[in-house]
């Protein structure tokens, strides 16, 4: 009898301490992972910036963001919740974030030079009386 409590015993002890990484089904795969964090973080910081322009009841920006990637908010924070316990990977993947955020700003920032660059638009009379259409400014 004792022996089948010690084999019982070793191989829950061995499923227990299996590694996690194999064992995790519901785990958003790392570079799926850091491109959501970085859209979930722009979301969230939209959602903040325009808080007043969102209804109460429409469905956060987050939920949408997970939408678009196929999963929802259980996995997200399940898998959130693994790679933070694994603080150096954790780490290394926020990492990569910011750098994903600050591309998607230089972008950004570069398309508003250009179309700042670009001169406006003036009307001007066309020979058609009562018309009018736009030609660039030089």
Same mark, same amino acid.
């Given at each position: 009898m004792?022996?089948?409590? @010690?084999?019982? %015993?070793l191989i !829950?002890l @061995?499923?227990?301490?299996? #590694? %996690?990484?194999?064992?995790?089904k &519901?785990i958003?795969?790392?570079?799926k ?5 970085? #859209?979930v973080v @722009?979301?969230k910081e939209?959602?903040? =910036?325009?808080? !007043?322009?969102? #209804?109460? &009841? ?5 939920y949408s963001? $997970?939408?678009?990637?196929g999963t929802? %908010?259980a996995?997200?924070? +399940?898998?959130l &919740?693994?790679?933070a316990k694994?603080?150096?990977e ?6 990569q974030v910011e =750098?994903?955020? =600050?591309?998607?700003k230089d972008?950004?920032d570069?398309?508003?030079?250009i179309?700042?660059? *670009?001169?406006? $638009?003036?009307k *001007?009379? #066309? %020979?058609?009386?009562?018309?009018l259409?736009?030609?660039?400014q +030089?």
């Amino acid at each position: 009898m004792r022996i089948y409590f @010690l084999i019982g %015993s070793l191989i !829950t002890l @061995l499923f227990a301490c299996s #590694d %996690s990484e194999t064992g995790e089904k &519901d785990i958003i795969p790392e570079k799926k992972m850091i491109r959501i964090m970085a #859209d979930v973080v @722009l979301a969230k910081e939209i959602y903040v =910036q325009n808080a !007043t322009e969102f #209804d109460k &009841d429409s469905i956060h920006p987050v939920y949408s963001v $997970l939408k678009s990637y196929g999963t929802d %908010s259980a996995v997200f924070y +399940k898998s959130l &919740d693994y790679y933070a316990k694994r603080t150096e990977e954790f780490a290394r993947m926020y990492k990569q974030v910011e =750098q994903i955020i =600050q591309k998607k700003k230089d972008s950004l920032d570069k398309t508003v030079k250009i179309k700042l660059k *670009k001169p406006p $638009l003036v009307k *001007k009379k #066309d %020979s058609i009386p009562g018309t009018l259409f736009f030609k660039k400014q +030089k």
